[in-house]
């Protein structure tokens, strides 16, 4: 299994998120940040939650290259688009970009924001220290697929790692996800 600590972001509920619970939720970020293919799976969700709450504030924080996808879709309010290439110009410019993307999220005032896929786990911390709870919906054991490459897997296992202690919430839609998560 992946986490060791099976009682953590799945049963306990920071006071953070209590707070928000108790409330209602009116600004919600989606983060879907790349794969062009996963990028469009997860559109029908986001009908889903606009036709269920139409006044609800839908923002989506994604990479610069899948963004025109999603640029003008109807359910969609507004977009964070992280800079790819900010991120591979060396350290200095990543974290310039980081504390770029932080400030937006931060000053859009989210209430709740959910990651979609383990491998934006990493993106975990950015929503953090904008202050924004989240939940992450881990949808495979994406570190056993042979597609990925040795550096790929170890990425993915990394991610996982990181879905275990940073999300407010982890949620699955599978019960062998969410045992291997669990065991």
Same mark, same amino acid.
């Given at each position: 299994?992946?986490?060791?600590?099976?009682?953590?972001?799945?049963?306990?509920?920071?006071?953070?998120?209590?707070?928000?619970?108790?409330? $209602? #939720?009116?600004?919600?970020? #989606?983060?879907?940040?790349?794969?062009?293919?996963?990028?469009?799976?997860? %559109?029908?969700?986001?009908?889903?939650?606009?036709?269920? $709450?139409?006044?609800?504030?839908? *923002?989506?924080?994604?990479?610069?290259? @899948?963004?025109?996808?999603?640029?003008?879709?109807? &359910?969609?309010?507004?977009?964070?688009?992280?800079?790819?290439?900010?991120?591979?110009?060396?350290?200095?410019?990543?974290?310039?970009?980081?504390?770029?993307?932080?400030?937006?999220?931060? @000053?859009?005032?989210?209430?709740?924001?959910? =990651?979609? &896929?383990?491998?934006?786990?990493?993106?975990?911390? %950015?929503?953090?220290?904008? *202050?924004?709870?989240?939940?992450?919906? =881990?949808?495979?054991?994406?570190?056993?697929?042979?597609?990925? *490459?040795?550096?790929?897997?170890?990425?993915?296992?990394?991610?996982?790692?990181?879905?275990?202690?940073?999300?407010?919430? %982890?949620?699955?839609?599978?019960? =062998?996800?969410?045992?291997?998560? %669990? @065991?």
């Amino acid at each position: 299994g992946t986490c060791t600590n099976s009682g953590a972001p799945t049963v306990a509920l920071p006071k953070r998120v209590e707070r928000v619970l108790q409330q $209602r #939720i009116e600004r919600v970020l #989606i983060v879907r940040l790349g794969a062009i293919g996963d990028v469009l799976r997860t %559109l029908p969700a986001v009908r889903r939650l606009r036709a269920a $709450r139409p006044d609800l504030h839908i *923002g989506w924080a994604v990479e610069d290259w @899948a963004y025109p996808v999603v640029a003008g879709n109807p &359910n969609l309010d507004r977009f964070h688009i992280l800079q790819r290439r900010e991120l591979a110009a060396g350290p200095g410019r990543a974290l310039g970009e980081a504390r770029r993307l932080i400030g937006e999220i931060r @000053a859009a005032r989210y209430d709740a924001a959910l =990651v979609v &896929n383990s491998a934006n786990a990493l993106f975990l911390p %950015l929503l953090s220290a904008a *202050g924004t709870p989240s939940v992450l919906n =881990v949808d495979g054991i994406e570190k056993r697929r042979a597609k990925w *490459g040795g550096f790929g897997r170890a990425v993915f296992a990394l991610s996982e790692r990181l879905a275990c202690i940073l999300p407010d919430r %982890l949620v699955t839609d599978a019960e =062998v996800i969410r045992a291997h998560y %669990l @065991a």
